[in-house]
Structures are given as C-alpha cells and as structure tokens.
C-alpha cells in the first residue's frame, strides 16, 4: 500500500485522535498540531503508550503565520504534505439575537478561515506533486442548519462551497477535494450539551445513538485511499440517518 504524509488539525480531539490513530494504523506517517503544550505532550504520551508515533507541533489555525509555520515545520520534520484534513472546530452557541461579534467571530475564524490558512501553505506543494486529499470535517448542521448554531452552521456550510471550488480547480491535478459531515458524535463537543438535550438528540437519530469518533475516522480514510480518487468535490454525509437527501 502507498504511505502518505499526512497533517490533521484538532488532532488531540475526540475526532481527531480517531483520525490520526486511523491513518497512522493504516502506515501514513501523520502529524497534527497543538496550542498548550502540557496537553501536547499528554497526549503524544498516551499515543506512544497505545502504539501510535503521531508528530505534534504548535500551530493556532486561526492565525495565518502560524499556520504556515505548521505546514512548514511538518515538511521539514516528516515530508511533503500530501492529505490535509482540515478537522478543528468550535463551538460558540447561542441563538443569533444573543450573538456577541466574538462569538461569531472566533467560530469563523477556527472553522472557516482556518481552512484557508492551512490549505493555502499546502496546496502549491501538492499541485506540484500532482497529488493530494484535502478534506474539511464539516457537520450536519453546515446541511440543515441548527437553533443557537447560526455561526457555526454558516462556517460548516461555507466548507462545501470552499471544498467544491477547490475540486474543481485541482481535478486534473490528481488532488481530490471532499468534505465528511458528522452528525453528532460523542466527544467533549457534544457532552458539553446538556445530558437531557442529549438523551433527546439520541432519540431523534434514526440509529438511535450517538455516533463513534472511529466512525467518521473509517470515513477519512476511505477518501484519503489511492482508490478514492476519482472522488472529488463530494460530502459524505455520517450521521446515523439524522439526516437525508438534500
Ligand atoms: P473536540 O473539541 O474534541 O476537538 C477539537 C480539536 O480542535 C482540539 O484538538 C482543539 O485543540 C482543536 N482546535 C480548536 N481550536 C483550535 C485552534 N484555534 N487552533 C488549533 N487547533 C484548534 O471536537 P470534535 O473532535 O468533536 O470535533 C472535530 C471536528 O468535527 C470539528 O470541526 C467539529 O466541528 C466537527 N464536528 C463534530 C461533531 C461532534 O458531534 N463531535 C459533529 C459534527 C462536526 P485544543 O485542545 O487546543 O482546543
């Protein structure tokens, strides 16, 4: 099988972690980025203890340079990038006629514009190559929308416009370019929502519970694989049936 280099942002979360153990268990060379260093450490830690040799470096995704010292710092440390997944996020909920400017913006800026603060450092690189997978973890509420998520569902949902543009720029090329959109699955993000407001989100999915970090993770790596690529500019959706058709 053919190894890739490949960076995951947000990898110390609950997806991200799926992600990176995922590609790592499948022989990609991985890496991901942090901000606090204790949780870095932590967590490479606990990787190294289950098998895993993930490389973690700093890198704020909402910052533009820091962003392209990340990219810069991977290349130099494990390789050319070749799979981006553009995984970190945030939420800031609160219905829109509450919403503080901060709120809106710190959603944007993690979910949206680092998209283009990690993409941009990366994609000269794999038009070169003439290969790459670039995959945005949006969400089920970029598709339908969500009460008290008006920030966040714009910036998921803005993830697919970026992502369909940029497959159409880059088919030749060899570089595919999708999104995976969750519905709710059980990591902090989601038992941060109130144990009563989960009980009821469970209720309403047809499969009856909350999705598996490793099941969006089996996800990544079905589009990250050399037979995925005549796969570009599609989402898939996860989400137990939560949500259907267009
Ligand atoms: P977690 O909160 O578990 O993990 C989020 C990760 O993103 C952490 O590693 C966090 O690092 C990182 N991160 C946040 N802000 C930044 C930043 N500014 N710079 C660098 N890294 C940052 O979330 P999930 O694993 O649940 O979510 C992962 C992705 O999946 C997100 O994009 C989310 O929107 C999406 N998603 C999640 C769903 C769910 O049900 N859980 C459903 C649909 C989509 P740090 O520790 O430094 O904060």
């Known amino acids: 099988m053919t190894t890739r280099v490949a960076l995951v942002t947000g990898g110390t979360g609950g997806i991200g972690t799926a992600i990176c153990k995922k590609l790592a268990s499948l022989g990609h060379q991985v890496a991901t980025n942090y901000r606090s260093e204790d949780k870095a450490r932590a967590w490479q830690q606990q990787m190294r203890e289950q098998g895993f040799d993930i490389a973690i470096f700093p890198g704020d995704v909402t910052s533009a340079e820091e962003a392209e010292a990340l990219v810069r710092r991977v290349e130099a ?38 998209v283009f603060n990690m993409t941009r450092p990366v994609i000269e690189g794999m038009r070169d190559r003439k290969w790459g997978r670039i995959i945005q973890i949006s969400s089920i509420n970029g598709l339908k929308g969500q009460y008290g998520q008006a ?34 699955v059980a990591t902090d993000m989601v038992m941060a929502v109130p144990e ?13 519970r909350l999705g598996h970090p490793e ?4 996800a990544v790596a079905f589009l990250v694989a050399e037979e995925a690529g005549w796969i570009t500019g599609s989402n898939l959706d996860i989400n137990g049936g939560h949500h259907m058709g267009w």
């Open 77 to 114: 440390d494990v390789g050319p990038i070749e799979v981006l997944i553009n995984n970190a996020g945030i939420t800031r909920d609160t219905t829109f006629h509450r919403m503080s400017a901060l709120q809106w913006n710190e959603v944007i800026n993690t979910n949206l514009n680092s």
């Open 151 to 184: 920030n966040y569902a714009a910036a998921k949902a803005g993830m697919h416009g970026f992502t369909i543009s940029l497959a159409r720029e880059n088919a030749k090329l060899g570089i595919t370019v999708n999104t995976v959109s969750p519905g709710y």
């Open 196 to 208: 009563e407001v989960r009980a009821k989100i469970a209720a309403d999915i047809p499969t009856g």
């Open 215 to 218: 099941e969006i993770a089996y």
